[in-house]
């Protein structure tokens, strides 16, 4: 029997089962109409065309090239297929439509020629929404802080929805703050005639708060919102310091959720609390940041909650949406939620009642120093599935591949303190967190495959170095706002942290005032836009980066109006990777690897490297793995495909042993996860380039299939 007919064969039994128990029905694995494939997130396809056999075949189907890349863009699109209709987004915001067995455009839609302005700073964009009743199908999609409802077959705004097509997400959040800093680059979910979005916001003490929404998908109107900072009388407002909670932001989703369309559940995976590093204004365990929440989809009530840290001041968001599954415990089938995390863990729970599969222990950990920080004295610890990576960082994983490299990290790590995950960020010494910043686990979220129960799941293995700084009573209040605003990736002393963050010394040898406070403004590359900071703020700031004039305190309130801003006792001094002067992770390899894990047991199956350094791997070493961005996807055909990797290629892992059976080379790295679909009998697999994150930008949609 051929190896597609017996995936065909294994579903239909797999579903004959899932009938039998009556308590869940499987998508439509056949379809890739949401981000993560279908409703359930698995990021799994029952096409199986292509197979373990012919994969080595696999050829370029057609390009597909936006045109608007720019320097550190990036695509991180997963895009979705409508029939035989492929939308996408571009680096610049543009949601374009394709055949999508050919690549042939069929329409684009520039959302700041609605919007009005120059945009100089497009942002990110993970996907797109759809949702469709008889003849009315709609694609949703966010730009600076609008969502946006096009027609699916012209591409052009529905004036019904909000304001000529648009709604402004910062309306109707239940803050008193007018102005902040407010991105949607996830996708909404939907939910009946519903779409719930999320939010990216400031990590510093200006954020807004990270409310959860439900729009009408017909009117744009606000049908219900969930605080995740809860208000006076609400469950969780005690977790939180009673003098300053109106005063904290973040506590959001940005990283995508998931909807169980049969239980009208809404898992939604929240970020840490703002400042992220010096929690000194919010004292207690901060419900529900850093939480898997529950949600009745239709109102929005709060069904059950899981906090992964409490108290976060290690910046351990959860970094993706949950996979919905199905497994068998003790001989029974149940229906659960899996979250991966930054830390390394998945936590694995009873959709309904929110009770973990597997026990969870709150461990002791150390306990920070830093003035006014009251840190949490336990941490969650999920006793299974097995972690699936390193969770520490000790002397034996110091990189020791050439005395070189080894020296190099020794001397970087002379005042650090390392060895335990949770170590608290202090003002005396650096600290080495691992799992690092980018976990871990990521935003590029995992692969479910419901035959086997196994899930895959891609990780980082970079450690990187924390320092924190007193915040003195600094005589330049210019130099204050910069450090509010640019110190965390820029660092304290502006030397920022290239590629991802480059230094901020000499700037007025590039830039006169006036185009520096533009950049500030508009944004430019990956950098956000800063228009919701006060022109007084940004005149200081533009100042400050130009090395003009030192503004005294005395002038602060002229300047700001007499309001007082809230800055941390202590900051981060910046974003630092632990590497070598030549850019390699400063712990032995694996950098980056792609595990598969029995969900019935919890144990690991096979953990292979992902990705590789040409040039070391010629000098004789084995591949190493790379940092890695975006997720893997499984198929019926007994393959694993992911891109993610730095190397800019994408491959082909057999999902029973963990081995490479193809690799292509991307005109950009395809930071991106693929999508899977069919047209015509045809089976094809998609992915974008679009660089950036260290490497070259691009602007390809790549899509690759068997030659006919």
């Not at 492929?86 to 959302?111: D, E």
């Not at 709604?167 to 996708?187: M, Q």
């Not at 992770?585 to 980056?592: E, F, L, V």
Request: proline content about 6%; some cysteine; hydrophobic content about 35%.
């Amino acid at each position: 029997m051929k190896r597609s007919h017996i995936a065909l064969v294994m579903a239909a039994v797999y579903l004959m089962a899932c009938r039998s128990e009556n308590t869940f029905e499987l998508p439509d694995y056949s379809q890739w109409q949401h981000v993560g494939g279908t409703w359930d997130a698995a990021r799994y396809s029952s096409l199986s065309q292509i197979s373990k056999e012919n994969v080595k075949n696999l050829e370029v189907a057609w390009t597909y090239n936006t045109g608007d890349a720019t320097e550190r863009s990036q695509i991180q699109t997963q895009p979705i297929v409508v029939g035989n209709i492929l939308y996408g987004v571009s680096p610049q915001l543009n949601v374009f439509a394709l055949q999508a067995h050919t690549g042939k455009p069929i329409w684009r839609f520039n959302p700041f020629q609605v919007l009005g302005g120059e945009n100089s700073w497009a942002g990110l964009n993970r996907g797109l929404t759809y949702w469709e009743s008889g003849n009315d199908r709609r694609i949703f999609t966010s730009a600076s802080n609008f969502l946006i409802a096009l027609d699916a077959d012209t591409g052009l705004p529905i004036e019904s929805f909000g304001e000529n097509g648009m709604v402004d997400l910062k309306k109707d959040l239940d803050t008193d703050l007018e102005d902040f800093l407010l991105v949607s680059n996830s996708p909404g979910v939907i939910y009946e005639d519903k779409i719930i979005m999320g939010m990216r916001l400031s990590e510093g003490l200006d954020a807004a708060p990270g409310h959860i929404r439900a729009y009408n998908v017909r009117t744009g109107e606000r049908e219900w919102i969930f605080h995740t900072i809860p208000h006076p009388g609400e469950y969780g407002h005690d977790t939180w310091d009673k003098e300053h909670w109106e005063q904290i932001g973040g506590a959001n989703n940005w990283a995508g959720m998931t909807v169980d369309q049969q239980r009208g559940i809404v898992y939604v995976p929240t970020g840490s609390a703002t400042y992220d590093f010096w929690g000194g204004y919010r004292h207690g365990e901060n419900l529900f940041a850093n939480t898997l929440l529950a949600l009745d989809a239709n109102t929005g009530e709060r069904i059950w909650h899981f906090q992964g840290v409490h108290h976060d001041i290690w910046d351990r968001d959860f970094p993706s949406m949950p996979n919905l599954i199905r497994i068998k415990k003790d001989g029974n089938w149940v229906d659960a939620v899996a979250q991966t995390s930054k830390q390394g863990f998945v936590f694995v729970f009873d959709r309904e009642n929110g009770e973990p599969i597997w026990p969870i222990e709150e461990r002791v950990v150390p306990q920070s120093t830093l003035q006014g920080e009251k840190s949490w004295p336990a941490q969650p610890h999920p006793t299974l599935p097995e972690p699936f990576m390193r969770l520490s960082y000790t002397d034996d994983k110091i990189l020791n591949l050439t005395p070189e490299w080894e020296k190099d990290i020794r001397l970087k790590l002379e005042n650090a303190k390392y060895g335990n995950m949770w170590e608290p960020p202090s003002d005396e010494h650096s600290i080495v967190l691992f799992p690092g910043m980018d976990g871990g686990a990521e935003w590029g979220g995992s692969s479910f495959d419901p035959l086997t129960q196994t899930l895959y799941v891609n990780a980082n293995e970079v450690p990187w170095l924390i320092k924190m700084k007193l915040n003195p009573d600094y005589d330049n209040i210019g130099q204050k706002v910069y450090v509010n605003y640019c110190g965390n990736c820029h660092g304290i002393d502006g030397k920022g942290n290239p590629p991802a963050f480059p230094s901020l010394e000499n700037l007025h040898q590039k830039y006169n005032w006036k185009s520096l406070d533009t950049i500030i403004k508009n944004g430019k590359g990956a950098m956000p836009a800063f228009s919701h900071i006060s022109d007084s703020d940004r005149k200081l700031l533009t100042d400050y980066l130009l090395g003009n004039e030192r503004i005294a305190e005395q002038d602060k309130k002229e300047l700001e109006g007499g309001v007082e801003q809230l800055f941390p006792q202590y900051y981060m001094e910046g974003y630092t990777r632990l590497l070598t002067e030549d850019g390699y992770p400063g712990i032995n390899p694996p950098w980056g690897t792609l595990t598969a894990i029995d969900m019935n047991t919890g144990k690991i199956k096979w953990q292979s490297v992902l990705g590789e350094f040409e040039e070391l791997t010629k000098k004789g070493l084995e591949p190493t793995g790379t940092e890695n961005y975006g997720g893997p996807v499984t198929t019926a055909g007994g393959l694993v495909f992911i891109a993610a990797t730095k190397d800019e290629k994408i491959r082909a892992f057999d999902k029973d042993s963990g081995k490479v059976l193809w690799e292509a080379s991307l005109p950009a790295a395809g930071h991106a996860t693929p999508a899977v679909f069919e047209v015509n009998g045809k089976q094809y697999v998609v992915i974008a380039c679009g660089g950036g994150k260290g490497t070259k930008s691009g602007d390809a949609y790549v899509a690759f299939a068997l030659p006919d």
